[in-house]
Nanobody, 126 residues
Framework: EVQLVESGGGTVQPGGSLTLSCVAS????????MGWVRQSPGKGLEWVSV????????YTKAPVVGRFTVSRDNAKNTLYLQMNNLKPEDTALYYCARYVGRPKTDYSDYSDFDYWGQGTQVTGSS
């Protein structure tokens, strides 16, 4: 059974930092691209960042470029999202998801993500 379990969310003041983690099980983690997708209150899904299976290529959406960094440790079956300089508009439920589509620069076709975690809440508090 494929499982993705996120952790690391919390409430931070603007300018603060958080690191999200996602532990994967039930599949060969090192064979799949992985991504982070968020959903803000009252809004739709928004992809944040995607990393390829070996960690050699990363794609990050414009609003978080320079502030968020995706990484992975295939030996630990774990995906990370380092978030710096958090802003109130980063408030969202952050999901870890497995990507099974083709490599691209826009990952907004969410049907290409076939398994999702339960999400971890990040709140930017002013």
């Amino acid at each position: 059974e494929v499982q993705l379990v996120e952790s690391g969310g919390g409430t931070v003041q603007p300018g603060g930092s958080l690191t999200l983690s996602c532990v994967a099980s039930g599949f060969t983690f090192s064979s799949y691209d992985m991504g982070w997708v968020r959903q803000s209150p009252g809004k739709g899904l928004e992809w944040v960042s995607v990393i390829n299976a070996h960690g050699g290529a990363r794609y990050t959406k414009a609003p978080v470029v320079g502030r968020f960094t995706v990484s992975r440790d295939n030996a630990k079956n774990t995906l990370y999202l380092q978030m710096n300089n958090l802003k109130p508009e980063d408030t969202a439920l952050y999901y870890c998801a497995r990507y099974v589509g083709r490599p691209k620069t826009d990952y907004s076709d969410y049907s290409d993500f076939d398994y999702w975690g339960q999400g971890t809440q990040v709140t930017g508090s002013s």
